[in-house]
């Protein structure tokens, strides 16, 4: 079994290999992480001289078939998710006191005052041009998702030297298996196995910090330009891909209870819920 970790895309990774120590194992490592790095610097927003934070600069511009589909991934996912999941949160996140990579933060960054920032703005895309532009006032953050395709991008190096599995912080995605996959819950830890598929985990539990005296976290719930409040604590999705289950996660966490777990039944989405009060629900076909 091969095992590297390493920080990238403002959180820990770490690749697993079921495989022999030789010299395609090695290189099949070396690539995965070389990828997640080259993605890294195509999409974080807080490298000025990635392909996103160029465009959120220009406004409008002729982009590279990967970013153009991404962003395309993402407006059918706001489309799909009813606007729960939007790439337009970008200024939201950075009122929010959410400016920078999150082992950056300040410990209490102050800054004036301001209200709630307009969430889903325009952004329209023409293929055939691979022209991406911005309505005036928006700009694009596509932090989970991006870190869910590295880890589905990196899992698909891997599995042609054996069994695999990719943790992108959280986004998890697994080749071959089953692999055990601790899931946090309220009461202590939850074991799936998992084969061929992948899990994510929305929660307000990890990434927060005190912006102007108060509390905030990273999920911003659209529909308010603010952090979300609805109930949940944390929100654990399985689904085909990481970057599917990082939509769905973020989808059921905007929510709420109960309508979280009415969803999750309804549409077959296996989700372990933990709620603000200290109470896990299992959902989806979970038992």
Same mark, same amino acid.
């Given at each position: 079994?091969l095992r590297r970790r390493f920080h990238a895309m403002g959180t820990e990774m770490e690749l697993v290999l079921d495989a022999s120590p030789g010299l395609e194992a090695l290189?099949?490592?070396?690539?995965?992480?070389?990828?997640?790095? /080259?993605?890294? @610097?195509?999409?974080?927003?807080?490298? @000025?001289?990635?392909?996103?934070?160029?465009?959120?600069?220009?406004?409008?511009?002729?982009?590279?078939?990967?970013?153009?589909?991404?962003?395309?991934?993402?407006?059918?996912?706001?489309?799909?998710?009813?606007?729960?999941? %939007?790439?337009? #949160?970008?200024?939201?996140? #950075?009122?929010?006191?959410?400016?920078?990579?999150?082992?950056?933060?300040?410990?209490?960054? @102050?800054?004036?005052?301001? +209200?709630? #920032? $307009?969430?889903?703005?325009?952004?329209?895309?023409?293929?055939?041009?691979?022209?991406? &532009?911005?309505?005036?006032?928006? @700009?694009?953050?596509?932090?989970?998702?991006?870190?869910?395709?590295?880890? !589905? /991008?990196?899992?698909?190096?891997?599995?042609?030297?054996? %069994?695999?599995?990719?943790?992108?912080?959280?986004?998890?995605? #697994?080749?071959?298996?089953?692999?055990?996959?601790?899931?946090?819950?309220?009461?202590?830890?939850?074991?799936?196995?998992?084969?061929?598929?992948?899990?994510?985990? &929305?929660?307000? %539990? $990890?990434? $927060?910090?005190?912006?102007? +005296?108060?509390?905030?976290?990273?999920?911003? %719930?659209?529909?308010?330009?603010?952090? *979300?409040?609805?109930g949940l604590l944390r929100v654990t999705v399985v689904a085909t891909r990481a970057a599917e289950a990082e939509v769905l996660a973020k989808e059921l966490f905007l929510a709420?209870?109960?309508?979280?777990?009415?969803? *999750?039944?309804?549409? +077959?989405?296996?989700?372990?819920?933990?709620? !603000?009060?200290?109470?896990?629900?299992?959902?989806? +076909?979970?038992?």
């Open positions: 079994m290189r099949a490592i070396a690539a995965a992480e070389q990828e997640i790095r /080259r993605l890294e @610097r195509l999409l974080s927003r807080f490298d @000025r001289g990635s392909e996103l934070s160029r465009l959120n600069a220009r406004g409008a511009m002729e982009v590279g078939a990967e970013l153009l589909a991404l962003v395309e991934l993402a407006l059918a996912a706001r489309e799909q998710t009813g606007g729960r999941f %939007d790439p337009t #949160v970008h200024d939201a996140l #950075v009122t929010a006191g959410y400016d920078r990579s999150f082992d950056r933060l300040e410990a209490d960054g @102050r800054h004036e005052p301001s +209200g709630p #920032v $307009r969430c889903g703005g325009g952004v329209h895309v023409e293929a055939a041009a691979s022209r991406i &532009s911005l309505e005036p006032g928006v @700009r694009l953050d596509l932090g989970g998702l991006a870190k869910g395709y590295a880890a !589905d /991008r990196a899992a698909a190096i891997l599995e042609d030297a054996g %069994d695999c599995l990719v943790d992108a912080g959280g986004d998890i995605a #697994v080749c071959g298996g089953p692999w055990p996959i601790g899931v946090e819950t309220a009461g202590g830890m939850l074991t799936l196995e998992l084969a061929d598929g992948a899990i994510a985990t &929305s929660g307000r %539990d $990890r990434r $927060r910090w005190m912006h102007n +005296g108060a509390e905030q976290h990273h999920l911003i %719930d659209p529909s308010t330009g603010r952090p *979300a409040a609805g709420g209870v109960p309508a979280a777990a009415l969803q *999750a039944d309804t549409r +077959g989405l296996p989700a372990v819920l933990v709620t !603000d009060a200290g109470e896990t629900l299992l959902a989806g +076909g979970l038992a």
